[in-house]
């Protein structure tokens, strides 16, 4: 079982920045393919980024050149830097861990962080 656990929103304005955290039950990044997706109201959920095993990210284009998604091995965590966030940027936000074995994907979710963007 993987544990996932978001932090690192709130309330910023237009043009701001915002780093969200994703603690890791244990180490699972050389087996996991971790992603940051998000959430609008009365939208389906959408990957905004993730990173592979090998460390390769992947961006949604709608935040390619504003968002940054990195790892730290040594603490378990990914991370996503928000910058020049914008109001339709504004969602709840989910980490997810998933992993495509011989029998199916596994895939994990983080409880979600609000992120909202207004002036």
């Known amino acids: 079982q993987v544990q996932l656990v978001e932090s690192g929103g709130g309330l910023v304005q237009p043009g701001g920045s915002l780093r969200l955290s994703c603690a890791a039950s244990?180490?699972?990044?050389?087996?996991?393919?971790l992603g940051w997706y998000r959430q609008a109201p009365g939208k389906q959920r959408e990957l905004v980024a993730d990173?592979?095993?090998?460390?390769?990210?992947n961006y949604a284009d709608s935040v390619k050149g504003r968002f940054t998604m990195s790892r730290d091995n040594a603490k378990n965590t990914v991370y996503l830097q928000m910058n020049s966030l914008k109001a339709e940027d504004r969602a709840v936000y989910y980490c997810?861990?998933?992993?495509?074995?011989?029998?199916?994907?596994?895939?994990?979710w983080g409880q979600g962080t609000q992120v909202t963007v207004s002036s």
């Open positions: 997810n861990a998933r992993r495509t074995t011989t029998y199916g994907t596994i895939t994990y």
């Open positions: 244990g180490n699972i990044f050389s087996m996991y393919v």
């Open positions: 990173i592979t095993t090998g460390g390769s990210t």
